[in-house]
């Protein structure tokens, strides 16, 4: 079963329950700002558009924190359409 909706982000899409068609961005705090320096999808993996940033020579002991969170998916079916 194939649903879609449009949220903050943008055009969301689940098949059987699993979200799918989607990307994520990959943030890095510049100067006090987040500046994007690259993506993530689930077909291709990780693409970063900007290598030097992870290479800066004015910095030193860097750490690199890869953070995820598990998300519980719920099915909820509707005998009608509430929107």
Do not use: Q
Request: hydrophobic share 40%; net charge positive.
């Amino acid at each position: 079963m194939l649903a879609g909706l449009h949220g903050l982000t943008g055009h969301i899409e689940f098949n059987e329950g699993k979200r799918n068609n989607f990307k994520l961005d990959l943030l890095k705090l510049k100067k006090e700002e987040l500046v994007k320096v690259g993506e993530w999808k689930p077909g291709t993996g990780v693409n970063v558009t900007d290598v030097g940033a992870f290479y800066e020579t004015s910095a030193t002991n860097i750490t690199l924190v890869v953070m995820t969170r598990e998300v519980i998916t719920e099915r909820m079916l509707a005998s009608k359409c509430l929107l």
